[in-house]
């Protein structure tokens, strides 16, 4: 990934993603129209990734920026990047393009650039997007991954979306896809929590190994939703070597963290629906960190994650 000279990554199928993207997850008292608000300045600043979700339930929202930028001139369609995701309880093979389907519609679009299955979880099909039974517990589904990926495939011949993708996935679901019998497509990217106290290394060299783009959530740390996130957990931007090696840069945390995952060779994601920090977030191509900043980042691991995914 040469970052002087493209702010993009070949992915295995040929198609170019943008290495850093605007993450659009919004906690349940964001009003949804921070969403295009924040889309549309992010796109002025010059996002052109829009990582965002049918699970995050502000499709419409966002859908509604791009429209509103290609409308005015800003941008083309085929200037951004929109990847949206496959949710739980759409997992059965005959419900997978209804989903996909959904968020166009939502959108505005005609496809998305890619499409992604949220998380290897199964969950109950109906309204509920966190189904749960009477004592409280989610409420699983038995659907075969490789079912669900099989569907998928499908939705990208019908040019539904241009590429595909997974998210939450640990090399041995990853494995479970790729060795699959009758493979038509190959991941093109693995979707996981990454950031300095969760470096994902082994996941990332794997998928490397197999030409998976990585990319990173929570790269930041978090929106410390009390839903998923534990709140003993440190905050990652108070941590002293990160701030240590921002001052050196004269840069914030925030773009130390970013720019050690693109050295890394991990597209990453930048969630903020603040002005001035989506506008930092994107500031980060125009210097680099030594190897001796990215030893010190890479020893702040300690595989810890900030997501309660179960």
């Known amino acids: 990934m040469d970052l002087k000279h493209s702010r993009s990554v070949k992915l295995n199928d040929g198609n170019l993603m943008p290495v850093l993207g605007l993450g659009t997850f919004a906690s349940d008292g964001v009003p949804k129209s921070k969403a ?5 300045i992010a796109i002025d600043i010059g996002f052109r990734h829009i990582d965002a979700a049918y699970y995050y339930q502000n499709e419409e929202e966002v859908g509604q920026a791009i429209r509103d930028k290609i409308a005015d001139g800003t941008v083309k369609r085929e200037d951004i990047f929109y990847t949206t995701k496959i949710w739980n309880t759409f997992h059965r ?29 199964a969950m109950k099909p109906g309204g509920d997007l966190m189904p749960k039974d009477a004592s409280g517990k989610i409420m699983l589904d ?32 990853l494995e479970l896809i790729l060795n699959k019998p009758g493979l038509k497509y190959k991941p093109v990217c693995n979707q996981v929590e990454c950031h300095p106290y969760l470096n994902q290394s082994k996941l990332l060299e794997f998928c490397k190994s197999k030409d998976i783009v990585l990319v990173a959530y929570s790269a930041l740390g978090s929106h410390r939703d009390p839903n998923w996130i534990d709140a003993n957990i440190p905050y990652l ?3 002293p070597i990160l701030k240590t090696i921002a ?6 945390p925030g773009q130390v963290a970013l720019r050690y995952q693109l050295q890394r060779g991990v597209v990453v994601l930048a969630k903020s629906f603040n002005e001035k920090r989506i506008k930092e977030n994107f500031e980060v191509f125009d210097f680099e960190l030594t190897s001796e900043d990215m030893k010190e980042i890479d ?12």
């Open 36 to 40: 295009t608000e924040a889309t549309k």
């Open 93 to 121: 093979p005959e419900l997978v393009r209804q989903c996909l389907e959904g968020s166009l519609k939502k959108l505005g679009l005609d496809y998305v650039d890619l499409c992604i299955i949220h998380s290897p979880i």
């Open 142 to 173: 038995n659907v075969d991954i490789r079912d669900t990926w099989e569907a998928l495939e499908k939705c990208k011949d019908l040019g539904l979306t241009k590429s595909i993708g997974v998210s939450n996935f640990n090399r041995k679901v």
């Open 237 to 239: 931007l108070e941590e």
């Open 247 to 252: 001052k050196k840069h004269n840069r914030s």
């Open 299 to 310: 020893s702040l691991n300690r595989n810890l994650p900030f997501m309660k995914l179960s």
